[in-house]
């Protein structure tokens, strides 16, 4: 054992310490800036999900306050919405940028031409036989805010 303590201490002596001492200044700025870069990317999760969830207030999570003309109303929360979604696209990490961009245009479609008044009383009074735009909504608006959990 004691052959070997005297090889590594051989080697700290004839080896120049500058490149030692850059690897370590490396190593913890890389570790400064991957706290910061978590601490970052948790305060724009948070920002992201508050801001839905308060554009959206009374729709979702729950439906407390569903409004008539919903498809007037979600339209005109779209560019809200918009502004939210880019805003956070820059922390969505770049293998999941497909499906959010996808998730968002399926919300879109949904919110300009699959929900009605109409379709909601159809699913309210025959629960089962017709699709309730209320569920597919709830799962829409989830999916988006799957993509803020760090």
Known sequence: MNEFTDQIAGYFNQVPMWPL????????????????????????????????????SGLYPEAT???????TYLCARLPVMQEIIEDFKQNVPQEDLPAYNRDWDNYCHFCRAEVTDDKCTAAEMNPGTEPDPKKTFHALVSKLLSYANY
């Open 65 to 71: 306050n569903w409004p008539k003309s919903i498809d």
């Open 21 to 56: 001492v850059l690897l370590g200044m490396g190593i913890v700025f890389t570790g400064i800036y991957e706290l910061f870069h978590r601490k970052r990317r948790a305060e724009a999760a948070d920002e992201f999900r508050s801001a839905i969830l308060s554009t959206l």
